[in-house]
């Protein structure tokens, strides 16, 4: 390698020089080094917490709920299925290519990069290292500056867990991640926003590596006229005020019967007083905005459009937006065109679920669609939209099962990873023929004059 190609892959070569040794591959490796994540993370548990409180001012429940404890479900089935999920795929093999044998290998792909964002610093971080550790691969790990707190314990855990050449974790500001993007990896996995994504795949495109795209949108909530709006309303406000609406899944908005709006209204009023009290901003359970540009940006989109029916409170020092609600937000303004992220929830109304359906479909694909009532409706709604995920009568709560691939669609991303969809996606799937030579069939040499049976075997 001349002078200059090793500047440029500076990062990378440790890690190539590692994964060449052949360690990662063993499945005794991964699965211990799983084992020892797992150990690490318990072992600093207070410490993970006070970061996250320092980050974010996560309570120590919600970063369990949202974070630690996924992560740490997240190994437990990757060690409990992982000797399963490496062997060989056996499969069939058209006759004519009798005695061939076919199966499908799954190789690690080599060393990885991984960016993740700061609203789950941890969980974010670590769920896809799981799926590419499972695999067998390398991994460089670039944390968000904007959870200082939560990167500093990583680099701690990943330090005590693996050597510097096979998981190596690299912080600092953009300017860390232009460079890293410049050098040549074998896979890429970012979460985030959009516009950085397609940044993402314009830098992988210059090598053809591979991505995954873990982005966001606007993800709709759909109250049918059956639903039981109680419910609906408290699940509804829940996946929209966990972690301050700083969550990719979080109900951007909500469409309610022009019936129903009054109720639904008071129900979600009701919801963040049993959650939060009388004050959230007092409250040790709600979370804040991650820096003040961002709580800036909250609030004039608070008041870019409609009315403020519930919260509104804004402390831009404290970075405080509390748990709000709006109606007669028009549809072209400009909280219904961004992603809000934040603890803002417009709420629409409708007429005919039909309304809602075009609606939904004239925008880009989101990450989630969120449907409340009687299961027929839930049906044509599922059946005549598209979404990275869904869930009916609840919100948030499929990116929580290990067993369900979780991804966008369209603009709200590309590939699917949790479980076993992790160890696929860092996996190249080998596709292998194994021929033998105690018979060698002359059916499929030139000149070809047994065609017409021939096709009958394939």
């Known amino acids: 390698m001349v002078e200059s190609e090793t500047r440029k892959e500076e990062y990378t070569i440790p890690l190539r020089e590692f994964f060449d040794k052949g360690t990662t591959r063993e499945i005794a490796c991964r699965i211990g080094r799983l084992r020892a994540l797992r150990r690490a993370i318990t072992g600093r548990m207070e410490e993970i917490n006070a970061a996250l409180w320092s980050d974010l001012r996560k309570s120590g429940g919600e970063a369990y709920l949202t974070e630690i404890g996924m992560v740490l479900g997240e190994i437990d089935y990757h060690v409990k299925h992982l000797r399963r999920w490496v062997k060989p795929r056996r499969l069939a093999t058209p006759l004519a290519f009798w005695p061939s044998k076919s199966r499908i290998m799954y190789e690690p792909y080599g060393v990885v990069l991984i960016i993740a964002p700061w609203n789950y610093p941890f969980q974010l971080l670590l769920e896809p290292l799981i799926g590419a550790i499972s695999a067998g691969n390398c991994a460089v790990l670039k944390p968000s500056p904007f959870a200082p707190a939560t990167a500093e314990v990583i680099k701690k ?30 896979y890429i996995f ?8 397609q940044h993402v795949m314009e830098m992988a495109a210059k090598h053809l590596t591979p991505v995954t795209l873990e982005l966001g949108g606007k993800s709709p909530c759909i ?51 049993r959650f939060y009290g009388d004050c959230p901003y007092e409250s040790p359970d709600y979370p804040r905005i ?23 409170e804004v402390n831009v020092e404290e970075k405080y937006i509390a748990p709000t609600v709006l109606i007669d937000v028009e ?31 004239k925008r880009e694909k989101p990450l989630a669609l969120y449907y409340f009532g009687p299961e027929r409706e839930a049906r044509e709604v599922l059946n005549r ?26 603009m709200s991303g590309i590939g699917k990873y949790h479980g076993k969809a992790s160890f696929e996606l860092f996996s190249n799937l080998r596709s292998v023929v194994k021929s033998f030579t105690f018979f060698d069939n002359h059916f499929r040499y030139a000149p070809y004059k047994h065609l017409n049976l021939l096709k009958k075997f394939m």
Request: aromatic share 8%; charged share 25%.
């Open 385 to 410: 939209t598209s979404s990275g995920g869904a869930c009916v009568n609840d919100t948030i709560v499929h990116l929580a099962n290990p067993r369900l691939p979780f991804g966008g669609v369209g």
């Open 290 to 312: 991650v820096h003040r540009e961002g709580t800036e940006r909250l609030a004039r989109l608070m008041h870019s459009s409609g009315q403020v029916v519930v919260g509104g």
């Open 331 to 361: 549809s072209d303004s400009p909280i219904m065109r961004e992603e809000i992220f934040g603890p803002i929830l417009p709420v629409l109304t409708y007429r005919e679920i039909d309304d809602v359906i075009r609606f939904v479909n």
């Open 157 to 186: 855990i990943v330090a005590a867990v693996f050597e510097p050449g096979h998981v190596t974790v690299f912080d600092g500001e953009g300017d860390v991640v232009e460079q890293l993007l410049k050098e040549r990896f074998d």
């Open 223 to 273: 109250v049918g006229r059956g639903a039981n709006v109680e419910i609906a309303a408290r699940r509804t406000a829940w996946g929209k005020f966990i972690n301050a609406g700083q969550t990719c899944v979080a109900p951007d908005y909500v469409f309610v019967h022009e019936d129903q709006r009054t109720e639904f209204v008071e129900a979600v009023r009701l919801a963040v007083k």
């Open 190 to 197: 970012f979460t985030g926003g959009p516009r950085f994504g």
